[in-house]
């Protein structure tokens, strides 16, 4: 009997960023080596959980968003290891400020 290798766990690296015009989040997730059949994304208004494994590395996370999004129509791309989800704000995200830096 084999005795498989036991995965490595992690959480995955994420980049979160919103259009110029506010209108759109995009979140980029790190992902090698993993197969879009062996990812599960669940997406919420203000959050997402995602769930994926290759065959040494387990990835695991669950992340608050900026602003509430209109999960229905979110769309998602793995390429080559690159999750991209692209979702629409529910509202223009128009409550942040800049803030200056001294």
Known sequence: MNNPVPRIL?????????DDKRENLTLEVELPDVESEH??????ENSFYLKAF????EYLG?????????SEKAIAVNNKGMLTIRVPYKERFMCARNIPIE
Request: net charge negative; charged share 15%; hydrophobic share 50%.
């Open 54 to 57: 290759s065959e040494t590395v």
């Open 39 to 44: 990812i599960t994304l669940v997406m919420h």
């Open 10 to 18: 992690k959480t995955p690296i994420l980049a979160m960023y919103h």
């Open 62 to 70: 669950a992340f608050f968003l900026d602003g509430p999004v209109d």
